[in-house]
């Protein structure tokens, strides 16, 4: 897919302005939509809440360097991939980089098809991490219809337990479980628990005891 046909943006983080023009100069050239900051302080601060794209960031800089930047995006609701650029190769903060998500580490002087390469990678992964959250949105979204009552009786279902276990451990009666079991597949619209339980689990609502 063309970058240009996309509302996606790579955001340029760098405190050398040489750099800086020339490699906002290469990605556009790519057809790229760039946006460029000398300070990660100034692209945080102007960071669209709902932005598109990816981050190419140097990794020593003066203030909130790479690594902060790095963490900073994590902890948003937003964290876009990042791509680190370095003037040289630093194995430990490559590998703490590397576990923390970062999409690539590159050296200043690595070849443009590199950067190019990793810019496609980052912004596809981007793509489908957005629309996992969106899903995500939308079926939180359909659980926040239930009553809390059927909650409880949800987090028990995709724990594998049985009616009469769901009963004794909310102290309600055999029949008020089957009735709210019932109005779970109605409401959330599907046909069976194990639907029940995967649609649950990507919502990020439970996780299902594997010991059980």
């Known amino acids: 897919m063309n970058a240009a046909a996309t509302s996606a943006t790579v955001f340029i983080v760098d405190d050398d302005a040489s750099f800086l023009t020339s490699a906002s100069r290469l990605l556009r050239a790519a057809g790229y939509a760039v946006q460029a900051f000398e300070s990660a ?14 981050v190419v960031t140097d990794l020593q800089m003066p203030g909130c360097d790479g690594l902060e930047l790095q963490a900073a995006l994590a902890q948003s609701a937003n964290p876009l991939p990042v791509i680190f650029l370095s003037a040289q190769g630093d194995i430990p903060i490559t590998v703490r980089a590397i576990r923390h998500g970062a999409e690539d580490f590159l050296t200043k002087l690595s070849p ?12 596809a992964r981007n793509a489908s991490e957005r629309g996992q959250r969106e899903r995500q949105r939308e079926l939180r979204a359909r659980f926040a219809q239930l009553s809390p009552r059927e909650l409880e009786v949800l987090g028990h279902v995709v724990r594998g337990r049985l009616n009469k276990q769901i009963a004794d451990e909310l102290g309600i009666n055999l ?7 019932t109005n779970l597949t109605r409401r959330l619209q599907v046909q069976s628990v194990a639907e ?4 649950a689990t990507a919502a990020g609502l439970f996780k299902p005891d594997p010991a059980e």
């Open 196 to 199: 029940l339980t995967s649609l």
């Open 112 to 123: 443009k098809e590199a950067l190019l390469d990793a810019v496609k990678r980052a912004l």
């Open 41 to 54: 302080r100034e692209f945080l601060d102007q960071l669209p809440p709902a932005a598109a794209g990816c």
């Open 175 to 181: 029949r008020t479980v089957k009735l709210h079991r």
